[in-house]
């Protein structure tokens, strides 16, 4: 059974801080793991990554893939009341349907 | 261009009723999922369909069900209703990346 655990389950810091978040997998036949950004509402979309090393960046937010050691980390630098949200780690395997297997989330909190 | 809605946004359902979801996309996607959120679980899937008259059983299928009569929409259906139930429910649509849509908060009492 695919799994994704994701640490730590709530952080709070101070605006201007740098987080790391975690996220730690197992998956038969990984495929890709993704990150998203979830507010009041919906999730949205912030990476994909299918490559190990390969950092992916978007403004203050990059993330970067181990498929060796099977996790992945989120670091958001001079973080603002903005980031505040649950940020969600998934990853697909390769059996076709495009399912994702979804962590439980960190919940981050950013202080003024 | 709306990307994925769904409808209604909020729902109270007594034990034992019936309600359908209904999730739309202008996205031309084939592929559409509902998922369920609850406080600590994240987001779980409960049935998928990777193009239109089909679909197929997720992680917490149980207590659902489905259709996808036309490419565009993916209804969800609860046939009796029980407390257990009781979450936000988000549809998405997509191929590698999933678009969310906004989320139904069900309650049943």
């Given at each position: 059974?695919?799994k994704?655990?994701?640490?730590?389950l709530?952080?709070?810091?101070?605006?201007g801080?740098?987080?790391?978040?975690?996220?730690?997998?197992?998956?038969t036949?990984f495929?890709?793991?993704?990150?998203?950004?979830?507010?009041?509402?919906?999730?949205?979309?912030?990476?994909?990554?299918?490559?190990?090393?390969?950092?992916?960046?978007s403004?203050r937010?990059?993330?970067?893939?181990?498929?060796?050691?099977?996790?992945?980390?989120l670091?958001?630098?001079?973080?603002?009341?903005?980031?505040?949200a649950?940020?969600?780690?998934?990853v697909?395997?390769?059996?076709?349907?495009?399912k994702?297997?979804?962590?439980?989330?960190?919940?981050?909190?950013?202080?003024? | 261009?709306?990307?994925?809605?769904?409808?209604?946004?909020?729902?109270?359902?007594?034990?034992g009723q019936?309600?359908?979801?209904l999730c739309?996309?202008?996205m031309?996607?084939?592929?559409?999922?509902?998922?369920?959120?609850?406080?600590?679980m994240?987001?779980?899937?409960?049935?998928?369909?990777?193009?239109?008259g089909?679909?197929?059983?997720?992680?917490?299928?149980?207590?659902?069900?489905?259709?996808?009569?036309?490419?565009?929409?993916?209804?969800?259906?609860?046939?009796?209703?029980?407390?257990?139930q009781?979450?936000?429910?988000?549809?998405?649509?997509?191929?590698?990346?999933?678009?969310?849509?906004?989320?139904t908060?069900?309650?049943v009492?």
């Amino acid at each position: 059974e695919d799994k994704v655990v994701q640490s730590p389950l709530s952080l709070v810091v101070h605006e201007g801080d740098t987080v790391t978040l975690n996220c730690s997998y197992e998956v038969t036949n990984f495929r890709s793991l993704l990150w998203y950004k979830q507010e009041k509402k919906a999730p949205t979309f912030l990476f994909m990554l299918t490559s190990s090393g390969i950092e992916k960046k978007s403004g203050r937010l990059s993330s970067i893939l181990d498929k060796k050691e099977l996790f992945s980390i989120l670091n958001i630098t001079a973080t603002q009341t903005g980031d505040s949200a649950i940020y969600l780690c998934a990853v697909r395997n390769q059996g076709g349907s495009e399912k994702l297997v979804f962590g439980k989330g960190t919940k981050l909190t950013v202080n003024p | 261009n709306a990307g994925v809605t769904q409808t209604p946004k909020f729902r109270v359902l007594k034990t034992g009723q019936s309600m359908t979801l209904l999730c739309a996309q202008d996205m031309n996607h084939e592929y559409m999922y509902w998922y369920r959120q609850d406080p600590g679980m994240g987001l779980r899937l409960i049935h998928y369909s990777v193009g239109e008259g089909t679909t197929a059983k997720g992680e917490v299928p149980d207590g659902y069900n489905v259709s996808r009569l036309k490419k565009q929409n993916f209804l969800l259906g609860l046939e009796s209703a029980a407390p257990s139930q009781t979450s936000v429910y988000f549809c998405a649509s997509g191929y590698r990346e999933q678009y969310f849509g906004p989320g139904t908060r069900l309650t049943v009492t």
